[in-house]
């Protein structure tokens, strides 16, 4: 495979012909992903020595990406988005540090695999940043959204997610974080260990055991137990929920699919509701399903605006 067509792959320039090219290319041999992920690390690299070398400020481009299929290993840097759908890749410099920053559309979501190995998926609406290469002693990553985080072991490394309010510190497991907002955040630890502190009081901090979770709840820092793994499920595509209030639903629909959902009809207000629908299906395809049981009629009033009778 020509260097040539690889570097206007990685630069975004490539056509859906030849991305398909270099797809059936890399599938073929494990030569031929060894080769490509060479390539793309001396092509972060030529990137990253642009920006320091020129102090210029990275150019927005957008990137065709894709999730390899039949297990191949992640390239170094190289994001692996379901459903084919196009993701804003953007370069920053901060302390002459190339940070990348994947925004997700809404209804959507992004499966990525980090330079160390950390395996992230990314939820509707999200936005995330990290480095092209970790330095030093701390593994920093930034999260506007909500993502599941699968962290690779390194104890000599920590693993810092940091949202607007807090920071959530690991060397090595399994956790969902959530914090679409600057006062809006809940970490639920899967596996291993976490400690979350509220950066605007730095001396209360959580450490969390696993099966817990820790949220903000007015203005502090409170753990509760996980008693439900369904909302987790999303990482896999799917919307599923159980003995949930109506309102509450709404509010997720509202997350996902970037659209407010005015709810006129009180009748639903006690209502609980329980099911299970892929994410792909769309928000008016869920609330179909829903009017089986629930009695309600809606109708769009644009297209970010949703009025529910």
Not at 120 to 126: D, E, G, H, K, V
């Amino acid at each position: 495979m020509e260097q040539k067509l690889l570097h206007k792959m990685f630069g975004g320039q490539a056509t859906d012909k030849e991305l398909t090219v270099i797809r059936q290319w890399v599938s073929e041999s494990a030569e031929n992903r060894k080769l490509f992920n060479k390539e793309r690390t001396l092509f972060d690299a030529l990137q990253l020595n642009d920006l320091q070398t020129t102090k210029k400020q990275a150019r927005k481009r957008s990137v065709s990406l894709w999730k390899w299929t039949g297990g191949v290993a992640a390239a170094i840097m190289a994001l692996f988005l379901l459903y084919n759908v196009p993701v804003l890749l953007n370069k920053n410099t901060r302390q002459e540090i190339a940070l990348n920053t994947i925004k997700v559309p809404a209804g959507q979501r992004v499966e990525l695999t980090l330079a160390d190995g950390t395996h992230i998926w990314l939820n509707a609406r999200s936005e995330f940043s990290y480095p092209a290469s970790f330095n030093g002693d701390r593994r920093e990553v930034h999260l506007k959204g909500e993502a599941f985080f699968d962290v690779a072991k390194n104890k000599n490394k920590k693993f810092i997610v940091n949202t607007g309010r807090c920071e959530v510190e690991v060397l090595g497991t399994q956790f969902n974080v959530e914090a679409y907002s600057e006062n809006e955040f809940t970490t639920s630890l899967i596996r291993g260990s976490v400690k979350v502190t509220d950066k605007s009081q730095p001396n209360e901090s959580v450490v969390l055991e696993p099966n817990n979770a820790v949220r903000l709840s007015n203005g502090k820092l409170t753990v509760t137990p996980i008693t439900d793994f369904n909302p987790y499920t999303w990482k896999e595509g799917l919307i599923t929920f159980k003995d949930i209030k109506f309102k509450d639903l709404m509010k997720k629909l509202e997350k996902n699919y970037g659209i407010r959902i005015i709810i006129d009809n009180h009748k639903l207000d006690n209502y609980a509701c329980s099911g299970k629908f892929r994410i792909s299906d769309g928000i008016e395809e869920v609330l179909r399903a829903l009017q089986q049981d629930a009695h309600f009629t809606f109708e769009r009033e644009n297209k970010n605006e949703i009025r529910i009778q």
